[in-house]
């Protein structure tokens, strides 16, 4: 069959064969998602203008690069993009470590061991965000929560909804969430790799610990790679927690904290959809840029 | 078995100290929402949150299953419906295009990896307005379509899905494969998929956690409550208290406990994917 | 955003076709039945048992007009929702329940002109006056009146007698009550770091209003007497360290320290009276409502009554039928008995009718008054009869209201004083006004 046409033409075959493996998905992807970013996109090189009392038919003007401008010179955007960038460098490598020491127990252990805690570790993941935020919002309470009391048992004053520790808060808050989410993609990771790869580094005699830092740890490079990545991602555009705790502490966290809380604002209270279009785009340079600078430190490129 | 017999007997000690401090973290917050369930609504704000007042969770959980004419069950069905298909169909795609994105080199490759990644990097806020009119285009608004259909498309997930056909399928053995004479779509079947396992169930059950827990689609798409997910339906009881002179929180809590049972089912269910010891003997 | 070239955009892709073939066919739309009677649809974030008895009793009285309820799982959600279908202008519903001032949705375009279909019903005496302005924007209504829900105040009795502090008449009273009740750990009031309604409230009840219209111009003006006569009362609760701060988020809290003494002063409105009376344990029966506190040079007793109403959509093809029913829903003596709760003995508070008193004893709940029930009927009725709306806002409303969030925070922890906030205020709102092309004077 192929062979008999030559290596070449047979490659080639598979090739198209191979390809159409990602056909169903790809027209669907360019559907639901290609299509509304280009319009998003139109949507950034518009301005809309009243007139009068401002209660008429708006008019829409073209506007070029315009809104883009505005953004880049847009301190309280960039004082929120920093803010959150500085949470990111801080939370990310945590949260990180600990998904990945987490998924290296489970993987340690034995499966009988494995199956007890599996369940256990990805409650919190599976607590739908609004729980977790009742659940939370008890537990931080200066006033009713156990939290504060405990700590004071320690000597330590601590009150989680104020401007101080709003950070601690939210990084524990999504901690909680994430770090079974990433310990689950990462420990499957580990779960494909055949076992003998381990077994015969144990014969060598190397320690448990050994085998994890110098053989699993590289291993699962790539899906980290792709946790971290994806952490970036959230973290940059951190909204719901920030949210809540504008409740708590709106001395601090103001309209304007994160970059999407701008964005938002933007576009559902001062009415400019056009401009936080534009912001959104900037946004997502910025997070790219942010992937691109990781991968390129971790030496991994994407399309590898 | 092998992993375990191998370590020593003071590695195991601290792996299992290790596990439970973390299973505490995990768990230990959930304590309130259990203790919660039980309480009358008067109790859960004016009774310590961490113990026990008066036992009240039959009397909630009748309120749960006949509120509204036991509407909590049509959207229990309802979310089962939509994770589902969802989640099925969007393994089945994303797997699909994962392994072929991993295994083969063809032309506009690079392109098709760099728009994934880059849909990532998009906010979701850019796109309600936009994706509203397509899907009134397309006729999809206030149909279970709006919801399942568009989850068949997972960037993430076909991204997950090239990184563990990577880490789990040796080139070599799909060349073996096709010297003895298999056709790609076979391998795929045979081969691909299976070693793959692992790698598919994680990706479906996070694919079907994220639809169990998904409310944002569902309150721009569907109209009619009948068709809400579980957590929609949640997210609009505890929203009641803002600003109705009634107050839903005791029905949240015990709904969210209710709500979580069929993904642990699942999770246990998938419990054998993730056995350690998959051999590339096994498989020949 | 441009219809046609999503339409266009999506045409191009192959799949379209086969797409809309598996998606089922929205139910015909009201249009399409021209013979037969007309459906408004409305939508709501009310609890379904508010709702459905309503409409219920619309339809068994009505021939050409049905109403069909679609229930939307909160504000924001219905506000999100709303845009999205004024955007896409198909099955664009007739009535919905409000989700911010009238000329900032207005000015964002989402709403219908109706002041020629629901003109003929302001001569009827049906509704309350007051009331009209929360409807308007300009002198054109562009949703139908709901009315406004009487402000008076509560106060925790048991805790101010045991003090020995006299029951305040006037916003001085309640300061001079705040520094007695300091001195035993007690908070006169509670003004949440988010809300700034409190200081809104007093504005109106001073008379004031932020925005004006001056011809074909809006005058602009934060720093008017009533404004600051306003700014005063909070100024000095903030400065004598004599309020909590307790926030609306964190609920058990809210409720406990409410329901423990250590707050003893709550302006409130008949809707909420509910919720107090499910949650309190401790302090049930201990509460006594009275008239809200007046301004000492106040000529004549006044509550701020700023209304709301049901909007009309942009895009609605039945406007004169949606406003028939709107008013329906708002005056008539059958919606209003329709909404009767079983349950809680209470019906949904008739806020835009003129005399609302056949329906105040409903209002009123069981035990949180205790001895002092019998009182809230005439603290209701005073309220109601005083209630008066000077309130204007402009097209930017819900943008400023945002700024001013971030300045009530600021004002409440003592970052800056109330005077400092309303002057930023003033610069921002005309600034962005002009920025927007708006014509603006102030």
Known sequence: ?304 | MSTATAARPRTRIAVIMGLVAFAVYSVAPVWWLVVAATKSQADLYTTNGLWFAEFRLWDNLRGLFTYQDGIFLTWMGNTLLYGVAGTAGMTLVCVACGYGLAMYRFRGRGVMMGAIIGSFLVPGALLTIPSFLLYTDLNLVDTPWAIILPSFFSAFSVYLAKVYAEGAIPPELLEAARIDGAGEYRIFFSVGARLMSTGAATIFLLGFVGSWNSFFGPLVYLRDQHKWPVMLGLYSWLKVKVDNSTDLTGLVVVGSIISLVPMVALMISLQRYWRSGITLGSLR | MNRTHVSALAASLTLVTALTGCGAQEPAGPAATASGPVTVTWWSWDESKFLDPVVAKFNATHDRIKLKVVKQADNPGTAANLRNVVAAGQDVPCLVKSFGEVPGLVGEGLLADITDAFRPYTTQGLYNEASYAGAKAGDRFFGIPAGFSPSFMMINRAVYDKHGVAVPKTWDDVIAAGEKLKKHGVYVMNLAGEDPSTLVNLVQQAGGSWYAIEGDSWKVDFLSPASLKAADVVQRLVDGDLVANQTYQDRPALISYFDSGKMVSLPTQTWQLGNYELNFKKSLGDWQPIDLPQFADAPAFVTPAHGGALLVPKGCPHIEEAVAAGVWMTTSKDAIDASYQQDTKQYSWPGAVPDPSPWIDSAVPEKLFGERRGEAKDVILKATKAGRDPWVVGPNYTGVFSELQDQWAKIVTKEITVRQALEHLQKFTVDDLKSKNVNVRG
Not at chain 1, 208 to 232: D, F, G, N, Q, Y
Request: net charge positive; charged share 15%; aromatic share 12%.
């Open chain 1, 1 to 304: 069959m192929a062979i008999t046409a030559g290596p070449r033409a047979w490659r080639r075959t598979a090739a198209l064969q191979g390809a159409s493996f990602t056909v169903p998905f790809f027209l669907g992807f360019v559907l639901f998602s290609v299509v509304p970013v280009v319009l998003a996109l139109r949507e950034s090189l518009f301005t809309q203008r009243s007139s009068g009392l401002g209660f008429g038919p708006k008019t829409i003007e073209f506007a070029g690069l315009d809104n883009f401008l505005r953004g880049l010179a847009d301190a309280k955007f960039w004082a929120g993009m920093g803010r959150v960038g500085l949470f990111a460098a801080i939370s990310i490598p945590l949260i990180q470590v600990v998904s990945v020491v987490m998924a290296l127990l489970l993987d340690a252990a034995s499966r009988r061991v494995a199956a007890r805690f599996r369940l256990p570790l990805l409650i919190p993941y599976m607590i739908p965000g609004i729980v977790a935020t009742l659940i939370w919002i008890y537990l931080y309470s200066p006033d009713v929560g156990p939290l504060t009391p405990f700590l004071a048992l320690l000597g330590i004053d601590a009150d989680f909804y104020s401007g101080e520790l709003i950070w601690v808060s939210i990084g524990n808050l999504m901690a909680w969430g994430a770090i079974g989410f990433n310990m689950l993609i990462v420990y499957a990771d580990l779960q494909s790799v055949p076992r003998e790869i381990f077994e015969s580094a144990r014969v060598d005699g190397a320690s448990e610990l050994r085998v994890a830092w110098s053989i699993k740890v590289p291993m699962i490079r790539r899906s980290l790679v792709l946790t971290t990545v994806l952490s970036i991602i959230g973290t940059l555009q951190i909204f719901s927690d920030p949210m809540l705790f504008r409740s708590m502490t709106p001395e601090t966290v103001t309209r304007d904290f994160t970059p999407i809380m701008a964005i938002y604002d933007w576009a559902f209270a001062q009415g400019d959809f056009n401009y936080a279009a534009a912001l959104s785009i900037i946004l997502a340079l910025v997070v790219g840029a942010a992937s691109a600078v990781f991968y390129r430190l971790t030496n991994k490129a994407p399309t590898s």
